[in-house]
């Protein structure tokens, strides 16, 4: 039995057959996927889940927060956040309490010590992507920082289409 044949490339932009937006869309989804395999080897050395690292970056952004208004914005099912949040409180990054102004209800706050984690990793995200963007010649720092506003807003709705 012969080897498995690997699929034909498709024909390049440009040509016939080839189709750019298709062709952007995959150069911005592979470029996204090594720039996300960056920052999350740099989250591996914090212990927590990439679920539990997104719970504890909004807990820690827009906290405190009722555990069904984090489910919606995290996008998870209350089950699967309840879960989340007992793991973060049993490591004491995240702690949960009685609102103030209604006593029937849960929130949910980082702790200092979740705080400070976040941002030890908000940093140095930013700096492994730095050390690599001072790599690039200016033109294309420049064609990056130009890009963000509309990355931003592609971003923005692919969250708001969750």
């Keep these: 039995m012969g080897s498995p044949q690997a699929p034909a490339a498709r024909p390049p932009a440009g040509e016939p057959g080839g189709n750019a937006a298709f062709d952007e869309a995959a150069r911005l989804r592979v470029a996204l996927l090594r720039l996300g395999r960056l920052l999350r080897s740099i989250d591996a050395g914090s212990g927590l889940t990439p679920s539990e690292l997104g719970v504890l970056a909004a807990v820690d952004r827009y906290g405190p927060l009722r555990p069904s208004d984090l489910a919606r914005h995290q996008a998870l099912n209350p089950t699967m956040l309840s879960r989340l949040l007992g793991r973060l409180v049993e490591n004491g990054t995240v702690t949960r309490h009685e609102d103030p102004n209604d ?46 506003p509309a990355l931003e807003a592609l971003a923005q709705l692919v969250g708001s289409n969750r």
């Design 103 to 148: 006593g029937r209800v849960a929130l949910v706050s980082a702790t200092p010590r979740g705080r400070e984690l976040h941002q030890q990793l908000q940093a140095a995200r930013a700096a492994a992507l730095r050390q690599h963007l001072d790599q690039l010649p200016r033109a294309q720092q420049r064609a990056i920082s130009a890009a963000l």
